[in-house]
């Protein structure tokens, strides 16, 4: 059975069509790899091309792009895997108006104008959960349909629309956050002199936005052009983990975000296929985000980072083999190896101040002590290791026998996966959140 969302007037029309269909019987989705070789039309790319150099000349804002950045920023017909979709025409009939009221002074600045194009999206509207969606990002025509998206579809949205204008606009995210839960996807405006100005999607604009706001071990740059020296071009695809490194369009922008430090760091073990991975802890689990070569059992991995936990492993099987010892690369960039000093072990007590202590930053944490509740606390040697457990009293956890400078979580029976990790002062005993 065939079914078109974009052949109805609006969403709800399209909706109500959908669920009469799954009503009567069961769909079952199915992944498809869809090669665009044999999809794109010759009169597709000619109208693009055609299209994108136009609005290139055209607009004021576009004059002092170079060929280069128009090749990456403007001129592409697709974003990443959303479904290919005829969208530049309409989308430069929606927004080709967009410095109409601006002065000569303002036209000609791309941040600028980049702000007036973002107010003219704010009927769109952010939806945080689509779990249960089975299209892994919204085509540009679905969008403008559905009038809705999550992260990676709004800042596509912001993508595709300042393409159709001549306005360079990349697209931004940080595998997984290295200090909190979830990960994030927002974009970043190029400037006349070719520098980035990061914003939010259709939300905070450029010099608003702040990514920093939550610790970033990693951001990476989606881009058209393919990236020579990435993994893919090293190992089989099945022989990395899920994620970014899988692919060929990227960048490693992180020391355009944040103070950066390499880690040098050698394996126990042989490295078979000669790649070394590090992982950050998200949602309960150590979760990769870099890769390094390794030269007999050490690797070098580059622009990490500070103030942030790592754990290095290694890929086999389609399994992630985890080091020992986490790493902590602090605020002036050293290596502190994380081990736990089993002849130095301490009575901890955690109170209430202690789990709410501000970092300057928005990350998240949910532990919270409540009273007469049952706690764990964990450290971490190769797995997650049970020091013991106690029941709140007071505000206050008792833990005893806790080995000193290792990795540790506190968590209740039932935890809900968005408890982090830290560690713990060695005078002071105060916790150290990641």
Same mark, same amino acid.
């Given at each position: 059975m065939?079914?078109?969302? *974009?052949?109805y007037?609006?969403f709800?029309?399209?909706?109500?069509?959908? %669920?009469?269909?799954t009503?009567?019987?069961?769909?079952?989705?199915?992944?498809?790899?869809?090669?665009? *070789?044999?999809?794109?039309?010759?009169?597709?790319?000619?109208?693009?091309?055609?299209?994108?150099?136009?609005?290139?000349? %055209?607009?004021?804002?576009?004059?002092?792009?170079?060929?280069?950045?128009?090749?990456? +920023?403007?001129?592409?017909?697709?974003?990443?895997?959303?479904?290919?979709?005829n969208? %530049?025409?309409?989308y430069?009939?929606?927004y080709?108006?967009?410095?109409?009221?601006?002065?000569?002074?303002?036209?000609?600045?791309?941040?600028?104008?980049?702000?007036?194009l973002?107010?003219?999206?704010?009927?769109?509207?952010?939806?945080?959960?689509? /779990?249960?969606?089975?299209?892994?990002l919204? =085509?540009? $025509?679905s #969008?403008? *349909?559905? %009038?809705?998206?999550?992260?990676?579809d709004l800042?596509?949205?912001m993508?595709?629309? =300042?393409?159709s204008i =001549?306005?360079?606009?990349?697209?931004?995210f940080?595998?997984?956050?290295?200090?909190?839960?979830n990960?994030? !996807?927002?974009?970043?405006?190029?400037?006349?002199?070719?520098?980035?100005?990061?914003?939010?999607?259709?939300?905070?604009?450029? =010099?608003?936005?702040?990514?920093?706001?939550?610790?970033?071990?990693k951001?990476?740059?989606?881009?058209?052009?393919?990236?020579?020296?990435?993994l893919?071009?090293?190992?089989? /695809?099945?022989?990395?983990p899920?994620?970014y $490194? @899988?692919?060929?369009h990227?960048?490693?922008?992180?020391?355009?975000?944040?103070?950066?430090?390499?880690?040098?760091?050698?394996?126990? @073990?042989?490295v078979k296929?000669?790649?070394?991975?590090?992982?950050?802890?998200?949602?309960a689990?150590?979760?990769?985000?870099?890769?390094?070569?390794?030269?007999?059992?050490?690797?070098?991995f580059?622009?990490l980072?500070v103030? *942030?936990?790592?754990?290095?492993?290694?890929?086999?099987?389609?399994r992630?083999?985890?080091?020992?010892?986490?790493i #902590?690369?602090?605020?002036?960039?050293?290596?502190?190896?994380?081990?736990?000093?089993?002849?130095? /072990?301490?009575?901890?007590k $955690?109170?209430?101040n $202690?789990?709410? @202590?501000?970092?300057?930053?928005?990350?998240?944490?949910?532990?919270?002590l409540?009273?007469g /509740?049952?706690y764990?606390m964990?450290?971490w040697?190769?797995?997650?290791? #049970?020091?013991?457990? &106690?029941?709140?009293?007071n505000? &206050?956890? !008792?833990?005893?026998?806790v080995?000193m400078?290792?990795? +540790?979580?506190?968590?209740?029976?039932?935890?809900?996966?968005?408890?982090?990790i830290?560690?713990?002062?060695?005078?002071?005993?105060?916790?150290?959140?990641?």
């Amino acid at each position: 059975m065939f079914f078109d969302e *974009l052949s109805y007037e609006d969403f709800d029309q399209a909706l109500t069509a959908f %669920r009469h269909i799954t009503d009567s019987i069961e769909l079952y989705p199915q992944k498809i790899n869809v090669q665009d *070789l044999g999809e794109v039309s010759v009169d597709y790319l000619r109208e693009n091309i055609d299209l994108a150099f136009k609005s290139w000349e %055209r607009f004021p804002w576009s004059k002092s792009y170079n060929f280069e950045t128009f090749c990456e +920023y403007i001129l592409p017909y697709r974003s990443a895997v959303e479904p290919i979709q005829n969208w %530049r025409r309409e989308y430069l009939l929606l927004y080709e108006t967009v410095g109409s009221q601006l002065s000569k002074h303002e036209t000609e600045d791309p941040v600028y104008v980049c702000g007036i194009l973002q107010d003219l999206l704010q009927d769109f509207t952010f939806i945080g959960n689509q /779990k249960k969606s089975i299209i892994p990002l919204l =085509g540009p $025509m679905s #969008l403008q *349909l559905r %009038r809705q998206g999550n992260c990676p579809d709004l800042a596509n949205l912001m993508v595709f629309a =300042g393409r159709s204008i =001549g306005l360079a606009i990349a697209y931004d995210f940080t595998p997984h956050y290295a200090a909190s839960s979830n990960r994030h !996807f927002w974009n970043a405006v190029i400037t006349n002199s070719g520098e980035t100005i990061p914003f939010n999607g259709i939300e905070d604009k450029p =010099g608003i936005y702040d990514p920093n706001n939550k610790r970033l071990g990693k951001v990476i740059r989606k881009t058209y052009s393919a990236n020579r020296s990435s993994l893919v071009f090293k190992l089989p /695809k099945a022989q990395i983990p899920r994620g970014y $490194m @899988q692919t060929i369009h990227y960048k490693d922008v992180t020391s355009e975000y944040v103070e950066v430090a390499n880690l040098s760091y050698k394996f126990k @073990q042989p490295v078979k296929n000669g790649i070394g991975y590090l992982s950050v802890y998200n949602l309960a689990r150590w979760r990769p985000i870099d890769w390094a070569e390794v030269n007999n059992t050490e690797a070098i991995f580059t622009d990490l980072g500070v103030d *942030l936990v790592y754990l290095p492993f290694r890929y086999i099987n389609k399994r992630c083999v985890y080091e020992r010892f986490p790493i #902590l690369i602090n605020e002036e960039g050293k290596k502190v190896v994380l081990r736990a000093n089993q002849s130095h /072990k301490i009575s901890f007590k $955690m109170t209430h101040n $202690m789990v709410n @202590q501000d970092r300057l930053y928005e990350e998240t944490n949910s532990l919270d002590l409540e009273e007469g /509740k049952l706690y764990r606390m964990y450290y971490w040697d190769r797995r997650w290791i #049970l020091i013991g457990e &106690n029941i709140v009293i007071n505000g &206050n956890l !008792f833990i005893d026998n806790v080995p000193m400078g290792a990795l +540790y979580k506190v968590q209740p029976i039932q935890p809900d996966k968005f408890e982090r990790i830290f560690t713990i002062g060695k005078s002071t005993h105060q916790i150290y959140w990641y």
